[in-house]
C-alpha cells in the first residue's frame, strides 16, 4: 500500500537541508519585492491561501489524516475575525486574535470527535461536521447570511500603522505567513512531528512503542485547525469581507486541491500549489462554470498521473528535499 | 384534526411523510456507497453528482426522445450505471493499490466535472419534472393526505433496498461477492472472474444512485447541485450507520429521514443539523457507529 507522501525517504542529508533553505530564500525575496511588480491584493490573498494550504498540509501529509472539512476552520475564523474588527472595533491584531482562537476551538470539538474513527470515515466526519457549521453560519445573525460581513475596517495595526496603505497591509500579511509557515517547518522537524509521522507510515506500530497516538493527532488537528484560522482571519481583514463561500464545503475541496497540486506532505508543495490555482481562478474567471470542470480534471489528473504533485515531482526529478 | 404534543396532527404527519421520503434517498444512497465500498474499498464521492445524473437523464429522456417516467425508471439508471463501468474502468481500477483517500478525491473530482458540465448546459435554477399520469393524486386516510407518487417512492425504495439485500444475502452470486470482499485473490483461484465482479458493482452502485435520482425528479426539481449537498447528509447517514451491514444502512436511512421529518415539526431551525449532531452523539457514545465493526 502506498502512503500518502513520502517521496524522498533515503537522501544525503546535507543537500537536503540546503536546497530547503535555497528555496526558503527564493521564496522571500520574492514574496519580498513582488508587491512592486505585480498586484499587491492577488498576493495578499495567495499568501493567506498557502497557510490555509501548508496547516492543512500539516495533517495529510505529515499525519496522513484527509480533513475534508478545513473550510470550518478557515471560514469560521474570518467571521470572528470581520466581526471583531467591524462590530467591537478591536484592533487588527485583536481581531485576527479572535478569529484564530475561535478557530482553535472548533477545532478541538471537531477533532476530538473524528479521530475516533480511523481513515475514509475521519474524512467523512470532518466533512459532516463542517457543513454542520455552514448551516450555522447560514441561519446565525451577526454573520449576515447570504450578504456576509462587509465593508470590515482595515484598521490601525497595534494602534499605529494605517492599514488602508496596501503596502502595510501586504507586509503584515507577509510576516503572518512566514511566521505561520516557520511554525509549521519548526513543528514537522521537532520530536513531536517525528511522532506524526511514524504515525503516518504505521499507527499500529507507533502504538505499540507507547505513543498515545489519538493525543498526538488530536494536537495536530488543533494546531492545523488554528493555523488555518490565521489565514481565515487575515484574510478577512485583508479583503474586508467575511463570507459563505470561506465557510462553504468547495473551499475545503479547493484547499484539498491546492495542496494536491502542489505536493501533498512537501513543505513548498501547498504555497506553490495555491499559487497556480489562484493564478488559474483570476485567468479563467471569464469562462465562469468551466472553472469547477477544470477544478475536477485537475483533482482527476493528479491523482492518476502524478500524486507528489509539481513541487513533489520537481524534488523527486532533482533528487532534493523540498 | 386534533392534535399531538400542540401540533396539529396533518402537520405532523405530512413532515412525517417528507421524513420518510427523505429516508428513502439516504437508504438507497447510503446502501450504494456501502455496496460500492464493500466491494472496491473506495468511499464514491461522485454518488452525489451520479443520482443528480440519473434525474438528469430522466428529465432529457422526456424532452428529447418522448420516454416517460416509467421507462425511464429502467432506461436512466441503465445509461447511469453504463457511464460507472467507463468510469471503473478508465479511472478507478488504477487506485486499488494505493491509500484509500485517491479514491475519495479521484471521485471529488469527477463530481465537480459532472456538476460543472451540467450547469453549464443547464444553468443552477431547477427543471421541472411532472408526477407520471397514472401516479397523480392522493388518498385521505383519515388522519392526513397521502400523494400516490409518494407512496409509491416509499414502496419502491423499500424493495429495492430489501432486494439487495436478498441477493447480497441470500443467493449464490452474493455469496461470490461476499467473498470477493473478504479474499479477492483466493476467489480468483476459484475462476472467478473478480475483475469483472469490481467492474459490475461499481456499475450497479452507480445505477442504484440514479435510480434514486429518477425518483426524486418529480419531487425536487431537476437541478445539478441537488446531489452535492445531499451527498454529504449520506455521508453522516453513513457514519452513523457504519458501512459493515446492508441491514443497518437501511434503517439507518429511514430512521435518520423521520427524525429530521420530526425536527421540521418540533424545533424547525434544527431540522438542517439535526443529522449531523446525531452524528456527533453518536460518535461519543459508540464510535464504531450504530451497526458497524471497529475500525
Redesign the interface.
Known amino acids: 500500500?502506498?502512503?500518502?507522501a513520502n517521496p524522498l525517504a533515503k537522501k544525503p542529508s546535507e543537500l537536503r537541508t540546503h536546497s530547503e533553505t535555497i528555496a526558503f530564500v527564493v521564496m522571500v525575496v520574492g514574496l519580498a519585492v513582488a508587491p512592486f511588480f505585480t498586484y499587491p491584493m492577488f498576493l495578499m490573498q495567495t499568501m493567506c491561501f498557502a497557510l490555509f494550504a501548508c496547516a492543512f498540509n500539516l495533517l495529510?501529509g505529515y499525519v496522513?489524516l484527509?480533513s475534508?472539512g478545513h473550510a470550518l476552520y478557515f471560514g469560521w475564523a474570518s467571521y470572528l475575525s470581520a466581526y471583531a474588527a467591524k462590530a467591537w472595533g478591536l484592533t487588527p491584531e485583536l481581531a485576527v486574535l479572535a478569529g484564530t482562537a475561535t478557530a482553535a476551538v472548533c477545532g478541538l470539538i471537531a477533532g476530538s470527535?473524528?479521530i475516533?474513527?480511523?481513515?475514509?470515515?475521519f474524512?467523512?466526519?470532518t466533512?459532516?461536521?463542517a457543513?454542520?457549521m455552514y448551516?450555522?453560519a447560514?441561519?446565525a445573525k451577526f454573520t449576515g447570511g447570504e450578504d456576509g460581513i462587509q465593508a470590515v475596517p482595515r484598521g490601525h495595526l497595534f494602534g499605529v500603522i494605517d492599514l488602508r496603505n496596501e503596502l502595510a497591509m501586504y507586509f503584515v500579511v507577509f510576516v503572518v505567513f512566514l511566521a505561520g509557515f516557520l511554525f509549521i517547518y519548526r513543528i514537522i522537524h521537532s520530536p513531536f512531528g517525528e511522532v506524526l509521522k511514524a504515525i503516518r507510515e504505521n499507527e499500529t506500530r507507533a502504538i505499540s512503542l507507547g505513543y498515545k497516538t489519538d493525543r498526538y493527532k488530536l494536537v495536530a488537528f488543533v494546531l492545523s485547525a488554528t493555523l488555518a484560522g490565521v489565514a481565515g482571519a487575515t484574510k478577512a481583514i485583508v479583503v474586508q469581507l467575511a463570507s459563505l463561500t470561506d465557510v462553504n464545503?468547495p473551499m475545503s475541496?479547493e484547499v484539498?486541491l491546492m495542496t494536491?497540486v502542489g505536493g501533498l506532505g512537501s513543505i513548498f508543495g501547498p504555497v506553490v500549489g495555491s499559487f497556480v490555482i489562484l493564478l488559474m481562478q483570476y485567468k479563467l474567471a471569464p469562462v465562469?462554470?468551466?472553472?469547477?470542470?477544470?477544478?475536477?480534471?485537475?483533482?482527476?489528473a493528479?491523482?492518476?498521473l502524478f500524486?507528489r504533485g509539481i513541487v513533489g515531482e520537481l524534488a523527486n526529478k532533482l533528487r532534493i528535499k523540498l | 384534526m386534533f392534535e399531538i404534543f400542540g401540533v396539529p396532527s396533518t402537520a405532523l404527519f405530512g413532515q412525517l411523510l417528507i421524513g420518510l421520503i427523505n429516508g428513502s434517498f439516504y437508504a438507497l444512497l447510503s446502501l450504494g456507497l456501502a455496496v460500492i465500498?464493500g466491494m472496491l474499498n473506495i468511499?464514491n464521492f461522485s454518488h452525489g453528482a451520479q443520482y443528480m445524473l440519473g434525474a438528469f437523464a430522466a428529465y432529457l429522456l422526456l424532452q428529447y426522445s418522448g420516454l416517460g417516467y416509467w421507462p425511464a425508471l429502467i432506461v436512466a439508471p441503465l445509461l447511469v450505471g453504463i457511464t460507472g463501468v467507463a468510469v471503473e474502468r478508465l479511472?478507478l481500477r488504477?487506485?486499488y493499490?494505493?491509500?484509500?483517500?485517491?479514491g475519495?478525491?479521484?471521485t471529488?473530482?469527477?463530481?465537480?466535472?459532472?456538476?460543472?458540465?451540467t450547469?453549464?448546459y443547464f444553468g443552477s435554477a431547477g427543471l421541472p419534472y411532472t408526477v407520471p399520469e397514472s401516479l397523480q393524486g392522493g388518498r385521505n386516510l383519515g388522519f392526513m393526505f397521502l400523494p400516490n407518487y409518494r407512496a409509491w417512492v416509499i414502496v419502491a425504495s423499500l424493495t429495492i433496498c430489501f432486494g439487495t439485500w436478498f441477493v447480497i444475502e441470500r443467493t449464490r452470486l452474493g455469496a461470490y461477492l461476499r467473498a470477493a470482499t473478504e479474499n479477492p485473490t483466493l476467489v480468483r483461484a476459484f475462476g472467478i472472474n473478480v475483475p469483472r465482479m469490481i467492474t459490475l458493482t461499481y456499475g450497479f452502485g452507480v445505477a442504484l444512485a440514479a435510480f434514486a435520482g429518477v425518483m426524486a425528479a418529480p419531487i425536487y426539481n431537476v437541478s445539478p447541485q441537488m446531489g452535492?449537498?445531499l451527498i454529504?447528509?449520506v455521508?453522516?447517514v453513513?457514519?452513523i450507520g457504519g458501512m459493515g451491514s446492508i441491514f443497518g444502512a437501511v434503517v439507518t436511512g429511514f430512521g435518520l429521514g423521520i427524525i429530521e421529518g420530526l425536527t421540521k415539526v418540533f424545533f424547525p431551525?434544527a431540522s438542517?443539523?439535526v443529522i449531523?449532531?446525531i452524528?456527533?452523539i453518536v460518535?461519543?457514545v459508540r464510535?464504531?457507529g450504530l451497526f458497524g465493526r471497529r475500525?
Open positions: 500500500m502506498e502512503h500518502v495529510i496522513g484527509l475534508f470527535l473524528a475516533r474513527r480511523q481513515g475514509i470515515y474524512a467523512m466526519i466533512l459532516a461536521l457543513q454542520m448551516f450555522f447560514l441561519q464545503w475541496g484539498v494536491l465562469g462554470e468551466w472553472v469547477l470542470v477544470i477544478q475536477g480534471a485537475i483533482f482527476v493528479c491523482v492518476l500524486r | 465500498f468511499i479511472f488504477w487506485l493499490k494505493l491509500d484509500h483517500l485517491y475519495l478525491l479521484l471529488f473530482g469527477l463530481a465537480l466535472i459532472i456538476e460543472g458540465v450547469r453549464n452535492s449537498e454529504i447528509v455521508f453522516a453513513v457514519v431551525e438542517n443539523t449531523f449532531v452524528m456527533a460518535l461519543l464510535p464504531a475500525g
